[in-house]
């Protein structure tokens, strides 16, 4: 009978303290009260700090280096040679001349975390300006800051750039993408409120309406999305990219899917193309 092996892969840049991370939490009392059983930590680098083997062999942890980078490979051939309850796997983000695309490479690290942990940050009040794009990035990932003692704490949970206790929420195009993030996580926040804003409308992917947005840029050029909700418009002639002033009553749909946000058009003009298309995630 195949063995079932979860496999934590731990990745970042160069220097980031990813090998102090993983075995700093092999060897707490808490991880192994909940994680029973054999560790194996197969690692694609070797960095500044070594894993002390002696240390870890007394959490019943083994360390294997490989230079190649063929994840899925490496995986089974550690299960199948140690046999072990779960996985940790340190692998650097540097590799393959990564330094040529860096922010699109952090952006595809972050995409698919469950947990991101930033470290070396003297001050969480610091990453601030990075809440709206890393939530765009990954809606779901927790977000963590290292403090220089060791600890974590949750971040990005810093006040929204505009008021959403008001009646009428006007929004500006720098705060359209940290307004789009919340409308994501709290659409019963924004239930019957009047949201009027300059956004550029598209045709859903399924030709089946239209959606209200804008482009935003979360790491570099080559990584433009459109973010929008979708409209809801009676005897109002829209065409596909055209940009608009909108003014909408903003309801709350739930399906199978989950809740999302719809805007009931009460009013909208067509404008010219702003000078930027795009909008920047950073604060």
Not at 167 to 190: C, H, M, Q, R, T
Not at 230 to 243: G, V
């Amino acid at each position: 009978m195949e063995k079932n092996v979860k496999a934590h892969i731990v990745t970042g840049f160069i220097e980031a303290g990813k090998t102090t991370y993983i075995q700093s939490l092999i060897t707490r009392d808490f991880f192994h009260k909940r994680e029973a059983g054999k560790t194996l930590i197969l690692a694609f680098e070797s960095g500044q700090v070594d894993y002390d083997k002696e240390l870890l062999s007394e959490y019943k942890t083994k360390v294997v280096f490989r230079e190649d980078e063929d994840i899925r490979e490496f995986i089974n051939a550690g299960i199948k040679d140690h046999d072990p309850d779960r996985i940790f796997v340190e692998y650097n983000a540097m590799t393959k001349g990564y330094y040529r695309n860096m922010p699109q490479k952090m952006r595809d690290m972050i995409a698919v975390a469950d947990p991101v942990i930033i470290n070396r940050a003297k001050e969480k009040e610091a990453l601030d300006i990075y809440a709206t794009l890393f939530r765009i990035m990954n809606t779901k990932a927790l977000f963590l800051w290292e403090s220089p003692m060791g600890y974590h704490e949750k971040i990005f949970g810093n006040p929204l750039p505009f008021d959403p206790s008001v009646n009428e929420i006007v929004l500006s195009d720098k705060d359209f993408p940290a307004w789009y993030v919340d409308v994501l996580e709290f659409p019963g926040n924004y239930e019957g409120k009047i949201i009027d804003a300059h956004l550029q409308v598209k045709e859903k992917p399924d030709r089946d309406g239209f959606m209200a947005g804008r482009m935003v840029m979360t790491c570099c050029m080559n990584d433009i999305s459109f973010l929008g909700v979708e409209i809801a418009a009676k005897d109002i002639n829209i065409q596909n990219d055209m940009f608009v002033h909108i003014k909408a009553k903003a309801r709350v749909r739930e399906n199978y899917a989950g809740k999302r946000l719809i805007l009931d058009v009460i009013d909208m003009e067509a404008e010219p193309y702003p000078k930027d298309i795009a909008l920047s995630a950073l604060r």
